[in-house]
């Protein structure tokens, strides 16, 4: 197995986008949340979400480019751009050899319900001719993949919330194997249509406004909290073999040492720790072989969507996987600050991990005011920690079907 | 795209007015004989193209099958669905 380090870095997410304001957006409990600014925000009951407010798609793109891309694929494009320059990258060494692995979890959603909206709505009798490549999937990687020839494996995961995490640890393994030397992999999602939220809306599972601070809505653990906030965005990262970093001297930013994917197999919505634990393990037990032991990590970027339910799930799940251990490794659910970008989320929940590595600090849970006495870990409350000696760290993504990803990452001296 | 003195421009005209505003190309360039791929028009684009053709003439080009090369092309397919849409004379 081939050792596999992460050398480029690319964020678009609605505290900041790029890795740098992302993350010190995260320490400082800067909330991206506010009720959403839309033409159709007054039919909302539940109006809060994570707009990507500081996004000009002309900036980045040619007025002829933009009608091919919906704002999903132009996420994961300039995403992609920032990892690409991050990891200098400056020719390819075997095109063939080189992948993108993409999660979104429902690909061009705003082309789609532009077309309804032209046919149903208005009356129209036709939709715009690229919907169908603009709303595909797979156009975001399939566009990554032009954009920086990658001429290997383009393969997209939707598995909800750990699509962009399984397209993370399918990388890894992929040039693990050997099948890949070098990869784009992470995730993007643009799914802040009317049609979208009014179906969260009917699920019941997102937050409730607090009226005089709505910025503080989503509160992961937190005794109060009332669900999730969805968020727009991207998250991309360069990945590699070590040998192939260090041929072409390059900036290594962190190793990822374990993978772990299983699924409850029981419900589609709801939940299940001896899912989780599985995931857990496997991702433990392949870092051990990695030479990494469950004692060295010193963080857990949780999953921690501030659903009444899944908080306490995740806190029951790290118990009975890191047993006496669970207690003394910080959490946090940066989603209080971010929001939840589903197929996205992995990807950026990710990368605030390993730059927490880098930087040996750890973003804090935002508005943890009082604990939920069935989450009672050490979750890293309102404030940010340093952590001189920290040198591995766990990333979860827990998804709706029951999906359960770990990624376990470590710096690399 | 109005007529600017009552008399309403040909459709090679149209076309080639469409053709600058939507692109940004040069009047010069937009010669009924320009290979749309020289104009940097791809196929994608050219769909897209059609599509607003479709609006500014009111008229439904989709079902055509036509090979879309040059400017002179687009024209063609727009007189067509012209003479269709009102009719045998």
């Known amino acids: ?33 506010a009720p959403i600014e839309a033409a159709f925000a007054d039919r909302l009951r539940l109006p809060l979400v994570a707009q990507v407010k ?14 091919k891309l919906d704002r999903f694929s132009q996420f994961a494009l300039v995403a992609a751009r920032q990892a690409w320059q991050g990891a200098d990258i ?33 009356g129209l009798n036709r939709v715009r001719p690229l919907s169908v490549i603009a709303c595909m999937p797979n156009a975001a990687a399939a566009n990554v993949a032009i954009e920086f020839g990658l001429q290997g494996p383009c ?71 009332t669900g999730f906030v969805p968020g727009e965005g991207a998250g991309a990262l360069v990945l590699e073999s070590h040998d192939h970093a260090v041929a072409r001297g390059a900036n290594i930013i962190g190793e990822i040492v374990g993978y772990g994917t299983s699924n409850d197999a029981l ?57 006496e251990r669970a207690a003394h490794v910080p959490i946090s659910a940066t989603k209080a600050v971010h929001g939840h970008l589903m197929g996205a989320g992995g990807a950026v929940e990710f990368i605030a991990t390993l730059m927490a590595l880098q930087r040996k600090m750890l973003p804090p849970t935002a508005h943890l005011k009082e604990a939920d006495p069935e989450c009672d870990l050490d979750y890293v409350a309102l404030m940010p920690r340093r952590v001189p000696a920290l040198s591995a760290a766990m990333s979860n993504s827990f998804a709706f079907g029951g999906n359960n990803v770990v990624l376990l990452a470590r710096t690399i001296e | 795209m109005a007529p600017i003195s ?11 007015a469409l053709l600058q505003s939507h692109f ?18 791809d196929s994608l684009s050219a769909i ?5 053709l479709e609006g500014h003439f009111n008229i439904s080009l989709s079902d055509g099958r036509a090979d879309l090369t040059t400017v002179a092309d687009l024209v063609a397919v727009v007189e067509h669905a012209l003479g269709e849409a009102n009719g045998p004379t």
Not at chain 1, 54 to 67: C, G, I, N, V, W
Not at chain 1, 287 to 300: P, V
Request: with cysteine; charged share 20%; proline share 4%.
């Open chain 1, 1 to 33: 197995m081939n050792r596999v380090v992460v050398t480029g870095l690319g964020v678009v997410s609605p505290i900041g986008s790029d890795p740098d304001s992302f993350f010190e957006s995260l320490i400082a409990a800067r909330s991206g949340i």
């Open chain 1, 54 to 67: 500081d996004f000009d798609s002309a900036r980045h793109f040619e007025k002829e480019q933009l009608s």
């Open chain 1, 90 to 122: 400056k020719k390819l060494s075997d095109a063939e050899a080189c992948g993108t692995y993409w999660g979104t979890g429902l690909g061009g959603a705003q082309t789609l319900e532009i077309g309804y909206e032209d046919l149903f709505v208005k």
């Open chain 1, 155 to 225: 393969n997209t995961y939707a598995m909800a919330c750990a699509s962009s995490a399984v397209a993370i640890g399918e990388a890894y393994r992929a040039i693990g194997s050997g099948a890949v030397n070098m990869a784009i992999a992470g995730g993007s999602e643009a799914f802040l249509t009317l049609g979208i939220l009014k179906g969260w809306e009917a699920l019941m599972t997102l937050a409730v406004p607090d009226k005089d601070r709505p910025e503080t809505s989503c509160r992961p653990f937190s005794m109060d909290r």
């Open chain 1, 267 to 323: 419900h589609l919505s709801r939940p299940d720790p001896a899912g989780q634990v599985r995931a857990i393990r496997m991702a433990l037990k392949e870092a051990a072989g990695r030479g990494l032991e469950m004692e060295q990590i010193g963080y857990i970027n949780a999953h921690g969507t501030a659903t009444r339910i899944g908080d306490k799930i995740e806190t029951e799940s790290i118990k009975a996987a890191f047993g």
């Open chain 2, 6 to 16: 009552g008399e309403t421009p040909s459709i090679l005209a149209q076309v080639q």
């Open chain 2, 24 to 41: 940004g190309l040069a009047a010069e360039s937009v010669q009924p004989g320009a290979a749309l791929a020289d104009l940097g028009i």
């Open chain 2, 48 to 52: 897209e193209f059609v599509f607003e």
